[in-house]
């Protein structure tokens, strides 16, 4: 069993099924490699989840990841921002979920993480590491974030992390997003003049993640997560 799914649905907006699930997670998470760390890491999420009502745990997953853009569940904002380079980006990520014979079969966005998670875990062990190693650089500085705000949506992150044969490394000229970010940042000018949006100096690159094209995965088991059930449809032959 794959803990990926387990993880997709602990990071999508908390429905009712997911809070009556809580139990056959545990239960999951005791099943799959790894899951005594996973357990561990993921206690006080779930502990959370029990403890409060459903409108209250959907009150707090708004607060964390919509009010924030810090916190944003899409990988490609935290990368391009909201330059034409990420949408570009967001089509080469379709395609690869095409090329292994998904179709996004849900109104979100291909780069939003818990789809990408539900991705991981209905392709193959060695396919699911290849991609998860690409995008582990802006989980782990998403993780970062969250961590830094106490938030304990924090420990799937750091179960990613330990997932992940790569070692992650630090967002290179990561967006700013709003102006008191950049003033944050950088500082006003000697003049007083608020920075540019987009300066980050001419040594500073990009940091891109990249997902190549590869070989076709024998089909995995068909595990989806609580809201995005249906956002991985297998294609017709």
Request: charged share 20%.
């Amino acid at each position: 069993m794959s803990i990926y799914p387990v993880l997709s649905a602990l990071l999508d907006y908390p429905e009712q099924p997911l809070l009556d699930a809580l139990d056959a997670i545990d239960a999951a998470l005791e099943a799959v490699p790894n899951g005594a760390f996973a357990a561990r890491e993921l206690a006080p999420l779930i502990a959370a989840l029990r403890e409060r009502s459903l409108v209250e745990s959907q009150e707090a997953y708004v607060a964390t990841f919509d009010r924030n853009p810090r916190h944003s569940l899409h990988l490609f904002e935290h990368v391009h921002g909201e330059s034409r380079a990420r949408g570009q980006a967001m089509v080469d990520l379709l395609d690869e979920y095409r090329n292994r014979g998904f179709d996004v079969a849900t109104n979100e966005l291909p780069d939003y993480v818990p789809l990408f998670l539900e991705v991981l875990g209905l392709i193959g062990e060695q396919e699911a590491s290849a991609l998860l190693g690409e995008a582990i650089h802006v989980l782990a500085a998403l993780g970062n974030q969250l961590e830094k705000s106490e938030s304990p949506y924090s420990g799937i992150f750091t179960v990613l992390c330990e997932l992940s044969d790569v070692e992650p490394l630090p967002l290179v000229g990561a967006p700013v997003r709003d102006m008191d970010e950049a003033l944050e940042r950088f500082g006003t000018g000697a003049d007083g003049v608020e920075p540019l949006m987009h300066a980050f100096g001419a040594s500073h690159s990009p940091q891109v993640v990249q997902f190549h094209p590869r070989a076709e995965f024998a089909a995995a088991a068909a595990t989806t997560s609580a809201r995005s059930r249906a956002a991985c449809a297998k294609e017709s032959p």
